[in-house]
């Protein structure tokens, strides 16, 4: 009890979904039930229909010092969980103690004013984050040098790039020195050496014993950092413990989901578009399933789908995408020449590359089933993770490397018996 | 074993002392711990310590919105000065002379801008003050400080334009040769009425903005109409005798007559208008700090 930083009991959150929030006929209406609600005393919300939990009874204790992972699927209730403790927005039922100064990153370049200068900006976003005047301005300093942006400090926002407002965004961030540290998925903005920089401070924060919860997408960030991690599944915890069971289950349960960016146009879980894929495995050459490849080596993508609806003219798409979220290649039957005039019900296809050119990283394959004319998508999916090994060619040589024809090779005998003779050979 | 937990923190009022980790905030006072997030039931008081913890933010939130106001204008802070300057030249020409409004007998000029001063950082700080959450919207959604700060920062941040045209006010008195009744005292008096109304008018429409934004839009429309309800333009003295009480139910009419009275010495300031201004923004404060603290809950999801 005496080292608890947090402890939540039956946490839960109800939203209203939908447009039809408050359905009124007349602005009577809407006004008497403005009056009304001054002196509601119970929620009358729970009787709704609209109504989704997007958490529900989540219990969980965390001490001080730990380092706790939050993983999910998009809407599974992670950001809502941080929006709750950090007193954004209230808990329908359940309560939380907290046992410390709370900080929040659930954004970085929260209030942010493009008008104002850097230098400016330091100072209010810092204020906004919870830091007194006199903090930040000891600090200051140490903020401007984090940021590497030194030069531009008396510019305004407005002036920087993109790139440059995250750093300034996160130097302040990262000094931001409460008890508990909520974090939700900023770690994973930003270029990869940014992000190392993150992840830097990230273990900076550990040493300093400070509570962090993390939540990310970044299966590799938080197996890095966190001791213990909690998987949540539509609003409600599914494993609170070590990372790899955790991640395990994650992964396991999450194959082939939709892909985030794809899901306002093709839907969620539920509501699939005539076609999906069912099955996804990644192959060496000879059809052994391979998590791990050379690079140089060929891969097989062997794919089960379900055409549910006759899908005319479907053009499959595989493709690869590095850890930090770049999409680095793609394959696909439209322009590879195949056509497929239509498909229903069960099928498969198997795709083989040609060697493998991507540098060594960590890289998901995602596969799309779009139409010939790229006009429409139908289903985009996430499939299983894989490395790419090589000895030298890490992703500072790029996203791929190859082999290439060079001309004018300056002649090696040439020079070495220019050297000895010490002069100008005619 | 959690329930038990449960049940006993619930009935008791201060948690059992335990090692509370050394304040990393500079030596300031913390809020007690734990902090229970819970759903909260019934009226919900209000929280001055926390407002008073937040004050920097206050005071920050402010100078954003002056400094941003004027950034890479040419005059920069001189709109301070134009701006009610030239309304005062309007309505000399159009009221003072072509309509030939009577003016206390004061010089047309001088009477008029007498009230544009505060009704200027009135009409000012509802129209900030009403789309402040929506304006802010995403520290609504991403950051935790007691909301009543917004509302409150965009109140206060027209002041240091009022300050300005104050200066010119001063400058005019001197030109007109008008002295200064011992009303004068009571300048800040009226000046916190304005400041109270615009606080309690800014809470009502910033909190029902949120949810319907018609109350944006709307806004312009209801301060324009607003300004005519007011002796700016007009003194009192034309408003007839049985819709004085009426027209006093307009906090506005009291600032008003007050300044007038206390900078420009009028024989007879009403102050059967001036109580029952005060009385109605005391009132409109109080209500409208109870709605915005009842509809705070749920700002962060619906904005």
Redesign the interface.
């Given at each position: 009890m005496s080292d608890l930083a947090i402890r939540a009991v039956q946490l839960s959150k109800q939203y209203r979904i939908g447009a039809a929030k408050y359905r009124h006929n007349t602005l009577r209406d809407q006004l008497a039930d403005g009056v009304k609600s001054l002196f509601r005393l119970r929620n009358r919300r729970k009787r709704d229909k609209n109504t989704i939990w997007a958490l529900k009874d989540v219990s969980f204790e965390v001490k001080q010092g730990e380092v706790l992972g939050i993983i999910g699927l998009n809407g599974a209730g992670k950001s809502t969980l941080l929006k709750l403790l950090s007193r954004i927005t209230e808990p329908t039922e359940g309560r939380a103690e907290i046992y410390g100064r709370v900080g929040s990153l659930l954004e970085v370049g929260t209030g942010f004013s493009f008008e104002l200068t850097g230098r400016e900006n330091i100072y209010l976003n810092g204020a906004i984050l919870g830091m007194k005047k006199a903090e930040i301005e000891r600090k200051f300093g140490e903020i401007v040098e984090f940021s590497e942006l030194e030069k531009f400090i008396e510019t305004p926002l407005k002036h920087y790039s993109s790139g440059m407002y995250v750093r300034l965004a996160f130097a302040v961030a990262a000094h931001l020195d409460p008890d508990i540290l909520l974090i939700d998925e900023v770690l994973s903005v930003g270029d990869l050496s940014f992000q190392r920089k993150c992840m830097q401070h990230a273990k900076r924060l550990q040493k300093r014993n400070a509570t962090v919860l993390v939540v990310s997408h970044n299966m590799f960030s938080i197996k890095a950092l966190c001791e213990r991690v909690i998987y949540l599944s539509q609003g409600r915890i599914r494993v609170d413990g070590s990372p790899a069971e955790a991640i395990e289950l994650y992964e396991r349960e999450s194959r082939l989901h939709i892909a985030p960016w794809a899901q306002r146009v093709v839907g969620g879980e539920q509501d699939r578009q005539g076609i999906y894929v069912t099955d996804m495995q990644l192959l060496d050459e000879s059809g052994h399933r391979r998590s791990v490849f050379d690079y140089g080596d060929r891969m097989r993508v062997r794919i089960r789908f379900n055409a549910v609806e006759k899908i005319l003219s479907p053009n499959f798409n595989v493709s690869f995408i590095r850890s930090d979220n770049v999409a680095c290649c793609n394959y696909n039957t439209a322009m590879d020449g195949v056509t497929i005039s239509c498909v229903f019900g069960e099928g498969s296809i198997e795709l083989l590359t040609p060697p493998l050119k991507l540098t060594a990283e960590l890289y998901t394959a995602h596969v799309m089933v779009w139409d010939d004319k790229y006009e429409r998508l139908y289903s985009a999916q996430v499939g299983d993770t894989f490395h790419v090994r090589h000895d030298v060619l890490n992703t500072h040589f790029g996203v791929f490397h190859e082999s290439a024809e060079w001309l004018g090779v300056p002649d090696g005998d040439k020079a070495s018996r220019m050297k000895m003779s010490g002069g100008v050979e005619r | 074993m959690?329930a038990e937990g449960?049940v006993r923190?619930e009935s008791t009022a201060k948690p059992e002392a335990?090692?509370?980790?050394p304040?990393?905030?500079?030596g300031?006072a913390?809020e007690a711990?734990?902090?229970?997030?819970?759903?909260?039931?019934?009226f919900l008081h209000l929280d001055l310590r926390a407002i008073w913890q937040y004050r920097?933010?206050l005071?920050?939130l402010v100078?954003?919105e002056v400094?941003?106001r004027y950034?890479?204008t040419v005059i920069g802070m001189a709109w301070a000065i134009f701006q009610p300057l030239m309304m005062m030249v309007i309505f000399t020409v159009i009221f003072g002379r072509f309509a030939n409004i009577p003016s206390d007998g004061l010089p047309y000029p001088i009477f008029a801008y007498a009230a544009i001063l505060p009704w200027n950082y009135f009409s000012e700080a509802v129209a900030r003050s009403g789309r402040s959450l929506v304006t802010?919207a995403?520290?609504?959604?991403?950051?935790?400080?007691p909301r009543l700060i917004i509302p409150m920062a965009a109140v206060l941040s027209p002041i240091v334009d009022f300050l300005f045209a104050l200066v010119v006010l001063f400058g005019m008195m001197v030109w007109f040769g008008i002295a200064p009744t011992r009303g004068a005292a009571a300048l800040p008096v009226f000046f916190f009425l304005a400041m109270c109304t615009a606080l309690a008018v800014g809470l009502w429409l910033s909190a029902?903005n949120v949810?319907?934004r018609d109350i944006g839009h709307v806004i312009p429309f209801v301060v324009q109409l607003w300004m005519y309800a007011s002796p700016v333009a007009y003194p009192v003295s034309m408003v007839p005798e049985n819709l004085r009480v009426i027209y006093g139910l307009n906090p506005i009419a009291g600032v008003v007559e007050g300044f007038r009275w206390g900078l420009l010495g009028k024989d007879n300031p009403d102050f059967q208008v001036i109580a029952v201004s005060a009385v109605i923004v005391m009132a409109l404060l109080v209500s409208g700090l109870?709605?915005f603290k009842?509809m705070e809950?749920t700002f962060?999801?619906v904005v």
């Open positions: - | 959690l449960f923190f335990r090692s509370i980790p304040p990393s905030n500079d300031e913390v711990l734990p902090i229970v997030i819970r759903p909260s039931t019934g920097e933010l005071y920050f100078w954003r400094k941003v950034k890479q802010d995403n520290l609504l959604r991403k950051v935790y400080f029902l949810r319907y109870i709605f009842q809950r962060a999801d």
